[in-house]
């Protein structure tokens, strides 16, 4: 007689048993192999974990790899079939209470719905002595060119959705930047893809670079292009998943350095530099 196993706290049962007692969630069969693509789109579920960081998308993918619940991954999408929707909403509530994800998401509701009430087109001064510019609408192309201009002339910046957020004291110089790009047709799309294979190579050459003190827009912006590429959850083949995910929070990590124009650049690019050499 088969067994069964409880996703969440591995108690085994005989295969006459449906639940768990303690848990009171759906069992699954050892090595249980349901084509999660052939169900119905009312027999799946569907969760977006696009907005959580790294580390707790990797830990989701490690706790759901051990479960041995049915799941599958489409880029930072978790589907999972509709019968082991309890198991999987608790799973998930865990990961949220150990990276206090539950707050984050909040903090970024509110800021969305005040980025959405604001005028377009305003400039403001926050309390920190920073300023806002709303660039709604803007791609990530035209993103791009105005992150290396940015970085070109030593403005620190960083993202806060919609908002592009900089010093106050620099804000005449970003206004000026702005109106420049208002009166140039923007720059096509690069049809430029990065492979997954090459985004080791990107990062390390970004970082061999970096930690020499030679920080460029050119080599910024294809760090960025790199990140964008990279699929958290889905290692390129061959590449250990715990050591994708140290090179991504490190690369992460260099990009907000850059960004913020901080005296941690030469540091952080030697980390990612010496964790990856032994492998180009």
């Not at 707050?103 to 806002?132: F, Y």
Request: charged fraction near 35%; include cysteine.
């Amino acid at each position: 007689m088969s067994i069964r196993v409880c996703p969440l706290c591995s108690a085994e049962y005989l295969d006459f048993k449906e639940s768990c007692n303690h848990c009171g969630v759906a069992l699954v069969e050892p090595g249980e192999d349901i084509d999660i693509r052939l169900l119905d789109e009312d027999e799946q579920v569907v969760y977006d974990l696009s907005a959580w960081p790294i580390d707790a998308q990797t830990e989701t993918a490690i706790a759901f790899a051990e479960s041995g619940l049915p799941h599958l991954w489409d880029g930072t999408d978790l589907i999972i079939p509709e019968v082991h929707e309890e198991s999987a909403d608790r799973m998930l509530e865990r990961i949220e209470d150990q990276f206090d994800l539950v707050e984050e998401e909040e903090r970024e509701m509110l800021a969305e719905e005040d980025a959405e009430s604001a005028d377009p087109e305003s400039v403001g001064d926050t309390s920190g002595g920073d300023t806002e510019f709303s660039l709604d609408g803007w791609d990530s192309s035209r993103r791009m060119e105005l992150v290396e201009r940015l970085v070109e002339i030593g403005i620190a910046h960083r993202w806060e959705g919609e908002l592009l957020v900089v010093p106050t004291d620099r804000d005449e110089d970003v206004e000026a930047i702005l109106d420049e790009m208002d009166g140039v047709e923007p720059r096509s799309e690069s049809s430029h893809h990065i492979d997954p294979a090459d985004i080791a190579s990107v990062l390390f050459l970004t970082a061999e670079r970096m930690r020499k003190g030679k920080v460029d827009a050119t080599k910024y912006a294809e760090l960025l292009e790199a990140l964008d590429a990279a699929e958290p959850a889905q290692p390129p083949f061959g590449v250990d998943p715990n050591l994708w995910m140290q090179m991504l929070e490190l690369g992460e990590d260099l990009a907000d350095a850059v960004a913020e124009d901080t005296d941690e650049i030469e540091e952080v690019a030697s980390n990612l530099y010496a964790l990856l050499r032994p492998l180009i």
